[in-house]
């Protein structure tokens, strides 16, 4: 039976009930997405719990379906990220040479040019959809992941245990995926959550400075820019969609703190 | 007799260990020790790794490492207890009367500061002497300690000068405040075996000059034979014997004491000369971006079933003669033949069968094996990879070699994190072993295991050389190794080979300059030793 320490039980129910508000968006918001139900930033009443927005919406229903649009694009975005960067980043380590040559120095590249810059100026070209900003991101998100699983690949790579696998004249692909991946797995895992949360505060950057989500969707980015003149009259709409990126992140990353420590306990943990 | 300078009656010393499957709980990890230490004199802590003796030693200052507590029994320094002294007492007595010389000098040095402005530290702290007065000071012990141009080595900083001179230093800035007492933990056991020689006689004397009385703690019972006057054999934390030097090494009362003197005492007939399997024909090599050969024109052959040792200290070569012979170096020039044929230079081009038949095993059962894989895997994928075994013929073939490894049953499903240091080499061996080769590189295999593990380790290796004619091309600093299990000889040094022939041959006069160093610096269990090596020799070491 695993033992878990509360803080990361707390970030556990807290993260899956996110997912799970997020799947099940459609039955369990009370109006449509879009819909005008209401007066401009009614205040919060029964029907309405959390009030109405700008132009009458539903807030609560515009969180949940906002929820679901920022989660989506998030997770995507994280599993290419770690898809393209954790595999190119390997590859680099144990091939070396050339190829890591090249591979790092585009990422170089990349990392040079501030990725909010470079993603605004490429979505400002490109057709803003759901698609685009998932690989916009993920592809700028895998620089980060590339530099992280190359940093921990070289480190494991010049083990004996490695030199051994090439002795006895493994394939890369092994290499890889059996002997350096199981040692690697522990930072990466506690990257992932990291990477996830800085996905989710990423497209609700682009959401808020208007090259995120288009209306009429609605992710928590754009609920807060959408709202954002209320606060000059006391109005609190906006704070909605910010306290529940806030919350999503402390959950997540109470998680991987957890993942983290366990798994470099684990027997023949390396950082036991 | 006069008070002794330390006097530790019962001590007791607990550990708080955090298992990863059960909550964290305390253990005993010493029990019950008592010693005494006059001025002057030296006593030597002598056991394997985990017997307490470091912990002990760090007693004599009242320090406890990262969660090591002193529970019990006392601790007394010049006639007073300190074993619950609070840290303001205990500040002005660390460094003024009790220091200490780590087995890492490397390690131990503030690689920004001069090594005069460290040597001087605590003596200027504790406000012993003025800067001037200390510095005199500190050049004298240099001078004592042999240390070249003593008059300003102070100026330098910790990476100019070698590892041999880096401990003179630390055993210099550990006498500089002239404590009564001063706490060794393997000074030596880092250094090469003909510098080691060096920096023990350099203790030895000044030891002897400066009257302190020292604490010395070793695992290598020949070396503390020569610097100690009295020995207190230890084992998981409990005294096992106490007696002075003569005593333990020519009458040892307990059985355990007896196995260490008698270790490295295996005796290995020289085989006839044969048609080799290995042929290293003139091969010379550079790793790519240096300008100078780490091997030049190396010549050695190894017959089936024998056994070659290619001896030399660090930087000679030897352990990159391995990764030329295995393909993860190409040589510049040269060939090597192998089992009749000619070997690719380079690894990628190998056939399956060069690769199964050369095997190697390394220093570090540790980073050897990857630690999220089990026993069975670990030894079982060389089966799958080179004989396609799979499923229950697999794991019965791994349970054969955990059985020939003398590990039997019930390690099969463990994890390397949970087998012993002489385990896990033994682990390394099956594997190499699973490919059924002809040769097999022995990387200096035994130099990370205590004498009486290291001992079992070549036992294995040469009866499972009878059993299955392998050949081991076995790359060692450690010339007592050498003499145990060889049948030809190989000394390194400087990228060449500078000594070859059969055991016989290698080991018996007329030496040549360098062989004669190496061997007279092996420490010998036997008193007087010391003296005797430093007077007869005819080279210096590198360290020097």
Known sequence: ???????????????????????????????????????????????????????????????????????????????????????????????????????????????????????????????????????????????????????????????????????????????????????ALSPLVAELGLRFIFAVLFISTLSFLGLGVQPPGADWGGIVKENSAGLVYGIPAALAPAVAIAVLAISVNLVADWVLNRTTSLKGGRGA | MPDPILSIRNLKIEATVYPPDAPPHDVVIVDGVSLDLQKGKVLGLIGESGAGKSTIGLSA??????????????????????????????????????????????????????????????????????????????????????????????????????????????????????PSLVVFDEPTTALDVTTQIDVLAAIKEAIHDTGVAALYITHDLAVVAQVSDDIMVLRNGKTVETGVVRQIIDDPHEDYTRALVSVRSIDHEEKAKAEPVLRVDGVTARYSGTSFDVLSDINVDLAPGQTLAVVGES???????????????????????????????????????????????????????????????????????????????????????????EMGKGYIDRYPAELSGGQKQRVCIARALAAKPRLIICDEVTSALDPLVADGILRLLLELQAQENVAYLFITHDLATVKAIADSIAVMFKGKVVRYGSKSEVLAPPFDDYTDLLLSSVPEMRLGWLEEAIAGRRMASAGN
């Open chain 2, 315 to 405: 930087g000679s070569g030897k352990s990159t003669l391995a990764r030329v012979i295995t393909g993860l170096l190409p040589p510049r020039a040269g060939s090597i033949h192998f089992n009749g044929r000619d070997l690719t230079p380079d690894l990628k081009s190998r056939t399956k069968t060069d690769l199964r038949e050369l095997q190697m095993i390394y220093q570090m059962a540790d980073v050897a094996m990857n630690p999220r894989q089990t026993v069975g895997t670990i030894i079982g994928r060389p089966l799958e990879f080179y004989f396609g075994l799979r499923g229950e013929a697999k794991r019965k073939r791994v349970q054969e070699l955990l059985d020939q490894i």
């Open chain 1, 1 to 183: 039976m695993i033992r878990i320490p509360p803080s990361a039980l707390l970030g556990l129910v807290m993260t899956g009930a996110f997912f799970f508000v997020a799947i099940f968006a459609d039955f369990i918001a009370p109006y449509p997405l879009a819909a005008v139900v209401g007066g401009v930033w009614d205040p919060s009443s029964s029907e309405h719990w959390l009030g109405t927005d700008s132009i009458g919406r539903d807030l609560m229903s515009r969180m949940i379906y906002g929820g679901q649009t920022t989660i989506k694009i998030a997770t995507l975005a994280t599993i290419v990220s770690f898809g393209l960067g954790s595999v190119l980043g390997f590859t680099a380590a144990t091939v070396g040479g050339w190829v890591d040559q090249a591979l790092s120095r585009f990422v170089d590249l990349l990392m040079s040019i501030p990725s909010l810059i470079l993603a605004l100026v490429v979505l400002s070209v490109m057709s803003v959809n759901e698609l685009t900003l998932i690989l916009v991101m993920g592809l700028l998100d895998a620089t980060r992941v590339f530099r992280l699983s190359r940093a921990v690949a070289v480190d494991i790579t010049v083990m004996d245990y490695v030199e051994a696998a090439r002795l006895r004249g493994e394939g890369t692909g092994w290499i890889i995926f059996r002997e350096i991946l199981p040692n």
């Open chain 2, 61 to 178: 200052m009242s320090y406890g490492r990262g969660g090591v507590r002193l529970t019990g029994g006392e601790v007394m320094l010049n006639g007073r207890e300190i074993r619950l002294a609070n840290a303001k007492a205990l500040r002005s007595l660390r460094g003024r009367e009790v220091t200490y010389v780590a087995q890492s000098a490397a390690a131990a040095f503030n690689p920004a500061l001069t090594l005069m402005d460290q040597v001087v530290e605590a003596t200027l702290r504790h406000g012993l002497a003025t800067r001037s007065e200390a510095e005199a000071r500190a050049v004298k012990l240099f001078r004592k300690l042999g240390l070249p141009d003593p008059d300003n080595i102070g100026k330098r900083y910790p990476h100019q000068v070698s590892g041999g001179q880096l401990q003179r230093v630390m055993t210099a800035m550990a006498l500089c405040p002239e």
